[in-house]
């Protein structure tokens, strides 16, 4: 079992940061594949970014790709994103999620999910 709760949404401005961080306890954290993914309003949950277990892959929506980072301190239990040049679009819930298996874009075959944090960027 794994238990992961992010944090760091808030309200910005676009072209603004924010980092989100996502905090694990439970099980080894360190031998989990790591997704972000985000959902707006009416719209399907879509993955943001991905990472391997060891950090040394990260994989990338296209729609992110240049802006955002992935990364993870397996000492910590924590994974980040780190967003940049922010856009309105960028507005949504953004979701952790774990899974023992490689990486995947499909939000379905997760194991485990943090509960969300809001990212609200203003035009």
């Known amino acids: 079992q794994v238990q992961l709760v992010e944090s760091g949404g808030e309200l910005v401005q676009a072209g603004g940061s924010l980092r989100l961080s996502c905090a694990a306890s439970g099980s080894t954290f360190s031998s989990y594949t790591m997704g972000w993914f985000r959902q707006a309003p009416g719209k399907k949950r879509d993955v943001v970014a991905g990472?391997?277990?060891?950090?040394?892959?990260?994989y990338y929506a296209d729609s992110v790709k240049g802006r955002f980072a992935i990364s993870r301190d397996n000492a910590k239990n924590t994974v980040y994103l780190q967003m940049n040049s922010l856009k309105p679009e960028d507005t949504a819930v953004y979701y952790c999620a774990a899974r023992k298996r490689g990486y995947s874009s499909d939000w379905g075959i997760y194991d485990y999910w943090g509960q969300g944090t809001q990212v609200t960027v203003s035009s």
């Open positions: 990472i391997t277990w060891s950090g040394d892959i990260t």
